[in-house]
């Protein structure tokens, strides 16, 4: 048990560095927006009163200002690749864990406009990774993927089960109106759903469902969990395909070796 829970708390580590490079390259390749005639300049973010509470009890304007944020995302770039090797190495992580960590609760409240659901995800499983590699047990391991796993869990199973209840998912009109948007738009996808409508109707109860099965897969027993976890790459990677989200993708996937550590405990627990 011991050898499963720390090959699979690597396993995680590496998925979300990857995530994390992939965040931050983009981040970097668009650094103009952060510039103070920039879409995200910290003049125009700071304005908002719920992040003047922050920006006033922790002193945010230095490191969030242009051109210093750039250095702090290219400090996070670093270490997330850095974290591949000594992960690799099983060497301790909790340097690049601790600056990763931080840099992430910064850019919640310094991109807080912009994040997402990965951004969210990413932030919470490195907090749990962070804790359980200061203790560097086999509990404290096998506990954080517990947590990652619900945390899986909880996401998929909100957004499955709440899906559910809107005929648009079912009609495939959801997905054409998310196929027509300039952010998560696809000409070609598109038009493909608009000369067929049950294709859309297909995509969008892939959605759904997919979702939903998602959300228990560790209920089922490991060899089951994995083909469930194996949809959901594909799941995952077609949508990051069509849509671009490319760190939605890493962020969700790097779920999975705790899903798969649950659903196998759970299932030695009732057979022994």
């Known amino acids: 048990m011991k050898y499963n829970a720390f090959i699979l708390i690597y396993a995680v580590e590496i998925i979300l560095a990857i995530q994390t490079i992939i965040a931050t390259g983009e981040l970097l390749r668009y650094y103009r927006i952060y510039r103070k005639d920039g879409l995200m300049a910290w003049d125009l973010q700071r304005s908002g009163p719920k992040l003047a509470v922050y920006v006033r009890k922790l002193k945010l304007d230095f490191v969030c200002k242009y051109p210093n944020v750039l250095f702090v995302l290219i400090l996070r770039l670093l270490s997330a690749i850095a974290l591949i090797p000594i992960v690799w190495l099983h060497q301790s992580a909790v340097i690049p864990l601790l600056l990763i960590t931080v840099i992430n609760l910064l850019m919640q409240i310094r991109n807080s406009q912009s994040n997402d659901g990965s951004d ?5 499983c490195y907090i749990v990774l962070l804790f359980a590699n200061v203790i560097n047990t086999v509990t404290s ?23 559910m209840q809107k005929i648009g998912w079912y009609n495939g009109e959801y997905v ?46 490991p060899h089951i969990c994995m083909f469930i976890l194996v949809f ?12 671009g989200l490319n760190t939605f993708l890493w962020s969700y996937i790097a779920t999975y070796p705790a899903t798969y550590y649950v659903s196998y405990i759970l299932y030695f627990l009732i057979l022994n």
């Open 120 to 124: 969210q995800m990413a932030t919470v």
């Open 141 to 163: 391991m096998s506990c954080a993927l517990f947590f990652i796993a619900a945390q899986a869990a909880l996401a998929y199973g909100t957004s499955g089960f709440l899906k």
């Open 176 to 221: 054409t109106d998310i196929l027509k948007t300039s952010s998560y738009g696809n000409k070609k996808v598109l038009a493909i759903t608009q000369k067929s409508r049950s294709v859309a109707k297909v995509l969008g109860i892939m959605v759904v469902y997919g979702d939903c099965l998602l959300s228990v897969s560790f209920l089922f027993p």
């Open 232 to 243: 959901g790459v594909c799941l995952h990677v077609g949508i990051g395909r069509i849509m």
